[in-house]
């Protein structure tokens, strides 16, 4: 069985930095579209960067520029760097793994339990 876990997340002060980690079995993330995703309280779940597609990696505009996305194929491990963290970055974070389709992505089937990141 596919299983991402999520680990990584806390609470720090705005400006501060996190790195987020998403060990995945069962699937082979270079294979694979993964996609880090976050819902902020009362908010909906947007996604915010993704990997694995034929372009490079993308992100969403709030946090293009201070977050990277990489993965570690021999560890079977996507990563989330984020930096200059402000407050509207507070909530769940959650990576998620869909098949690739064309050169896009299709639907995320699989995902992780989540992470929280609390920003102060």
């Known amino acids: 069985d596919v299983q991402l876990v999520e680990s990584g997340g806390g609470s720090v002060q705005a400006g501060g930095s996190l790195r987020l980690s998403c060990a995945a079995s069962g699937l082979d993330i270079h294979s694979y579209c993964m996609t880090w995703f976050r819902q902020a309280p009362g908010k909906e779940r947007e996604e915010i960067a993704r990997?694995?597609?034929?372009?490079?990696?993308t992100y969403a505009a709030s946090v293009r520029g201070r977050f990277t996305i990489s993965k570690e194929t021999a560890k079977n491990t996507l990563y989330l760097q984020m930096d200059s963290l402000n407050a509207d970055d507070t909530g769940m974070y959650y990576c998620a793994a869909a098949a690739r389709s064309g050169l896009g992505c299709g639907e995320y089937l699989n995902w992780g339990q989540g992470t929280q990141v609390t920003v102060s």
């Open positions: 990997i694995g597609t034929f372009a490079g990696p």
